[in-house]
């Protein structure tokens, strides 16, 4: 295997273990409220701690990107995500488990940024898209194995300290790319772009220029949506078929379909099918309509297949944002770092709303009614910047 490849299946298999520790716990809200003592606010503060960290990683991520190769980053990232992993599963109390969370919070954002602007340097134009719709993909199937294998485990947490084996095993997972970076220790092809005397005097302005660049923010504010809507539904997935009173692997499945909806976004303008822009709009356009219908009253069928599609809608975009906020500006991992760091922000409120919306409600309408009004939105910034959205960048 060439140093190259190693370089890029890296991102890819950390993205897994990524996945998994974000959402295994997820795949347990019973077992978890009952032995941590919590109501369903604070479940979903559990997501919100960890990408609200997130975004505090982002400036981090984005200055050494500017500085450091991607690939020595990772490494040392990713053996701090393998130690914390494994202490998430130490702690008996919610205060513990929900700060724990949040440091590794940081650590997961950081990896996520610089994986994403590693794959950014090592590909270029629509192989850029299919690059990150991967990425995004594996990072999906993380948490559709922690949905698969956290209720077995959960089984053991009686008899264990702690809150049981949850996140540990997403530790084993980051191996295989921990052991991808020291094989590739020494390998330069992931270092930031070489500065000249006249652009670095002017990073300040540049760094300003990211911030205000319309196509980034746009990026952004999609983004927000979409990310925001996955990382809802995903939390509460397993929730909403319980409440409903369906059990299964439908919670999974449907993450396997986000999984699938990464994937073929990515593949679709990879192939030249679509451009970023046509899949950016027909997933708003679709997600606004699946949240909209899963807040009204509709037929039992149509509530168990509703959720899939509507996931499946807020992944297809994934890799067309991040491809389209890395091209529009030389200083890709600043970019991705602000469309990382945006999203997140959504992603903090929108477990923990949607969670005290159900404790007070009884039900998911109110968090998916404004799940349609964030796609709705996006859908409408899309349209107003379609041409800017296939722009190529300009020269450095």
Known sequence: MTPTRRLELAPHAAAISLGYVIFAYAAVPVSLTTRLGIDFASFGLLTSAALGAFVVSQPLASRLTDTHPTARLLRWAILVHVVLAVALDLVSSFTSLLVLRGLWGVVGGFVLSVGATQLARLHSGSATTRQQGVYGGLLTLGGAVGFLVTPRLAEVAAAT?????????????????????LSSRGDETTRPPEKTGDETSQSSDERVSVLTNPVVLLSAFVYVAIIGSFVTLSTFVTAYYTDLGIAGPLSALVLVVATAGRWVGGLAVANEWLTDATVILGGTAVAAVGFAALAAPIPMALTLALPPVAMLAVSLPFGAVYAVA????????????????????????LPAATGAARDLTGGYGVGFLALAGLNLFALGGAVVFRRRLTARPRPA
Request: without cysteine.
């Open 326 to 349: 890395a091209r529009a500006t030389p200083r890709d991992g600043a970019a991705l770092a602000v469309v990382v760091a945006a999203g997140n922000v959504g992603s903090i409120v």
């Open 161 to 181: 300290p702690g809150i049981g084996p949850i996140h540990a095993p997403g530790a084993l997972l980051a191996l295989p790319a921990l052991g991808l970076l």
